[in-house]
């Protein structure tokens, strides 16, 4: 071991004096030699000296100069007394020592190059590069405005040796004893006081604490969930991405000839195919007003067809679980509710930079006798000053299942300008009746995106970036923490 070879050599001699000779000695690489000497210094069995020796050393293109001589001096012994062609000594010479050499020579004014002939302007010359460079390669100090030239043409590198002179230390030991690193039962019952003890490195960095990460996503979901919570909202069960047409669109009065229910815009499942049960009263209901209306309504007027509510799908929104609420409530004597969802839909849909066949969908949606659109625009307020949004907008819009709609549009205050934060609406009588939900009692219901709010808070661009296989885990170790009230 090197360290061995350190202590025993210092046990007769005064000193190393220097660490790289003493590496060639001992037949040490110098670096092993290096680390042994920190390390015997570390415990102060050794003392150290730093020796910093500079050296030039020749470049690749210096050696070449130096073996076939540079090639101005190339250049110059190639141009007969009688002159030559400019063609015929680039040939002999080679493009590279043509051109480097017919520069440095006309530097030097060693020789004319005009538009087809080259001549010697002088009748003898001296290749001081080459032999510059032999005196360096033997060690020789030249002058400093020596140096910088061929430094200049990048035919000498500097080499920076760092060693050390080693002496004894005050802990200098002829062997040293391996550094005991704990107090253990064994040393304890007595040579611990013989020991020598590693001292401690407080500047060793801990080992890197690998936990668990929260996706981007999902820090946004739980900030989501908190304002909701703080609203008095419950959250629905949304742990079921496959569902029935029925629940996905019958229940809601959404016709099935409508576009959103093809298989274009829709993921059709294939095994299971159908479902299995449905409240048949409840369905009896639901053909009834779909065929031809009631409780004042026309309905659609079609034949509703039962194998078509019985296709199996993976939800295109999460207001599928909230028509499944709905229902569970109007069996039970009413009481008002609050709920809301934020969970994966899935839409058969062209996919984008911003947008992929799945998003995370978050709705809420209260149920009380007598709500208006007034209570709707007051909740949404409520809602989305939460965000850091005090000022929005209302444009109507259309939904087969609420009447009246309105897309909800925010005053983005870092953007300077109104962006679609959303849809709306109060779910229809057509909907709600047949569920058997007393007359008096609105729904008032809104939706967003979790992936829209999420991209513009952590500045992502590509929605691919953020969810799916290609997102860098990275990211999500170092994505700060989310903090809603979006700037
Ligand atoms: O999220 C959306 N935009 C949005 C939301 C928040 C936000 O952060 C604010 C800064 C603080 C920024 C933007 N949108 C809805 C609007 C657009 O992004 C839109 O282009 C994309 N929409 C999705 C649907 O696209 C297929 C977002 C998604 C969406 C749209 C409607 C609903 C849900 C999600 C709904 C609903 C609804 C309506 C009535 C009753 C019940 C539910």
């Known amino acids: ?261 093809d298989s274009h815009d829709t993921f059709f499942l294939r095994e299971p195919s159908t479902t299995r049960t449905l409240p048949e009263d409840y369905v009896a209901r639901v053909k009834l007003i779909h065929e031809s209306g009631g409780y004042g309504s026309r309905g659609y007027g079609y034949d509703w067809k039962r194998e078509e509510a019985n296709k199996n799908l993976l939800r295109t929104h999460t207001t599928a679980v909230s028509s499944r609420m709905l229902y569970a409530l109007a069996k039970k004597p009413f009481e008002p509710k609050k709920y809301y969802s934020i969970d994966r839909v899935f839409r058969n849909e062209a996919v984008d930079r911003t947008h992929l066949a799945e998003f995370h969908q978050v709705e809420g949606l209260i149920c009380d006798r007598g709500l208006t659109l007034g209570d709707l625009q007051g909740v949404l307020h409520d809602f989305f000053s939460r965000l850091g949004m005090s000022k929005l907008r209302f444009k109507p819009a259309y939904n087969p299942y609420t009447e009246p709609s309105m897309e909800i549009f925010g005053y983005h205050e870092g953007f300077k300008k109104w962006v679609e934060v959303g849809n709306s609406g109060m779910f229809r009588p057509e909907m709600l009746l047949p569920m058997g939900l007393p007359e008096d009692v609105r729904v008032i219901a809104w939706g967003l995106s979790l992936e829209r709010p999420t991209m513009i808070l952590y500045g992502i661009d590509n929605i691919r970036d953020l969810f799916g296989h290609k997102v860098d885990l990275g990211l999500i170790k170092t994505n700060g923490i989310c903090r809603i009230g979006l700037e």
């Open 1 to 261: 071991m090197a360290e061995d070879a350190v202590l025993a050599f210092l046990q007769t001699n005064e000193q190393i004096v220097n660490s790289g000779d003493f590496a060639d000695e001992q037949g040490f690489s110098h670096e092993e030699t290096v680390n042994a000497i920190k390390s015997l210094r570390g415990t102060k069995h050794v003392d150290t000296q730093d020796i910093k020796k500079e050296s030039w050393l020749l470049t690749d293109e210096g050696k070449t100069y130096a073996a076939n001589g540079s090639p101005e001096f190339q250049l110059f012994t190639a141009i007969p007394p009688e002159g030559i062609s400019r063609a015929d000594l680039q040939k002999k010479l080679g493009d590279s020592v043509f051109k480097i050499g017919s520069q440095q020579a006309i530097k030097n004014k060693w020789v004319e190059v005009g538009k087809t002939q080259v001549s010697r302007k002088v009748e003898h010359v001296d290749d001081n590069v080459k032999s510059m460079l032999l005196k360096i390669d033997e060690g020789e100090v030249l002058k400093q405005e020596d140096i910088d030239a061929l430094k200049r043409r990048k035919l000498i590198s500097l080499q920076i040796w760092k060693g050390f002179s080693v002496k004894k230390g005050p802990n200098y030991a002829p062997k040293r004893k391996k550094p005991a690193t704990d107090l253990t039962r064994e040393n304890l019952s007595g040579d611990w006081k013989n020991l020598e003890f590693k001292e401690y490195n407080f500047t060793a960095k801990g080992a890197p604490v690998e936990g668990g990460h929260l996706h981007t996503l999902l820090k946004v979901k739980q900030q989501f969930q908190t304002i909701f919570r703080q609203m008095g909202f419950e959250e629905m069960p949304t742990n079921n991405y496959a569902e029935s047409s029925f629940w996905n669109f019958d229940a809601l009065f959404q016709p099935q000839q409508h576009p959103a229910r």
